[in-house]
Every structure is written in C-alpha cells, then in structure tokens.
C-alpha cells in the first residue's frame, strides 16, 4: 500500500469485439480468480488514457485505440486509502489474438455479455456494467494547450 501512497489512480478498459468483452482473470488481490476487465495503476509521467492502452497491452497482447471514458468508480478503503479507477471503453487496433500475462492472469477472453451474466466469478463491475442501460460515451479532446506557464507535455479533456 505505502508504493503508491494513499490516493490510487487506476484504469480500465472495456474492449469490445464482435460483440464480445475482453476479460481477465487475476491471480492477485481483491479480484482473484474473478472474470474482470483488464486494468492497472497509472504510472508517472503518463495520462490515464495512456495507461489503460499499456495495461490491456501488457496484460492480453491486444493494442487498442481508446474510444471514450465510460466511468468512474471510487471507494476509500479502510477509511484511509482514496481508490479510484477511471474505466474507458477501447477498441482493438489489429489482430485480437490474445497473449495473456501468466505472471498475473490466470486466463484472459473474450466472452459475451451474456455469458458474463452467467458466469458465477464475474465481477460486481462486470454485472453493473452490463445491467447499465443508460451509459453514455465521453468523447475525448486532445491537442489542447491551458498555457506555457503549466509546463503540460500531454493535456486531455474528457467532456
């Protein structure tokens, strides 16, 4: 806990193909051994829309383009630990053919809403997200620039 401090900022990503979600199966923490969505902490010196390209990369094999953000979900853990996760949707760039990181997944997949439905390991996300009937998709705006002064070398908006 005390690597990244107590304010966590972490991704994921909804990848989408053929009317199929990717998802991963972890052999560690809170979700393990449960169907989730690939998803990882933000390092420094990147944008969280970098970072959930790189995680679903390094955790699947699949290089994705990032469609939107869809979501945020937020929880403090143990009354002190502020744990956040910004969730994208993203769509595959290229081939799909999955490489799954054995040394944190136990399996990696593409399966369909419906059989997420099914399945007794899936995620409470995964079933929120699924059940969500009004999402909405939060386009991004890049190229943009608040001012020398701030010394941005990346700048994003998500409206």
Same mark, same amino acid.
């Given at each position: 806990?005390?690597?990244?401090?107590?304010?966590?900022?972490?991704?994921?990503?909804?990848?989408?193909?053929?009317?199929?979600?990717?998802v991963?199966?972890?052999?560690?923490?809170?979700?393990?051994?449960?169907?989730?969505?690939?998803?990882?902490?933000?390092?420094?010196?990147?944008?969280?829309?970098?970072?959930?390209?790189?995680?679903?990369?390094?955790?699947?094999?699949?290089?994705?383009?990032?469609?939107?953000?869809?979501?945020?979900?937020?929880?403090?853990?143990?009354?002190?630990?502020?744990?956040?996760?910004?969730? &994208? +949707?993203?769509?595959? @760039?290229? /081939?799909?053919?999955i490489?799954? =990181?054995?040394?944190?997944?136990?399996?990696a997949? #593409?399966?369909?809403?419906?059989?997420?439905?099914?399945?007794?390991?899936?995620?409470?996300?995964?079933?929120?997200?699924?059940?969500?009937?009004?999402? &909405? +998709?939060?386009?991004? @705006?890049? /190229?943009?620039?608040?001012?020398? =002064?701030?010394?941005?070398?990346?700048?994003?908006? #998500?409206?």
């Open positions: 806990m005390s690597k990244r401090g107590k304010v966590w900022l972490a991704v994921s990503g909804l990848v989408k193909y053929d009317e199929k979600w990717l991963v199966k972890k052999r560690y923490g809170g979700l393990k051994g449960q169907w989730s969505l690939p998803a990882g902490f933000v390092n420094e010196g990147e944008t969280a829309d970098e970072a959930v390209i790189r995680e679903v990369k390094e955790e699947t094999g699949i290089d994705c383009a990032v469609k939107g953000l869809i979501g945020l979900r937020t929880g403090v853990i143990k009354e002190e630990v502020s744990d956040n996760m910004l969730m &994208f +949707l993203l769509e595959p @760039k290229g /081939g799909v053919q490489i799954h =990181q054995d040394s944190e997944l136990y399996e997949r #593409f399966m369909t809403p419906e059989e997420l439905l099914q399945e007794k390991e899936a995620s409470i996300l995964l079933s929120y997200l699924i059940n969500q009937t009004n999402s &909405f +998709l939060i386009p991004c @705006k890049d /190229g943009l620039n608040p001012g020398n =002064q701030f010394g941005y070398t990346a700048y994003k908006i #998500f409206l």
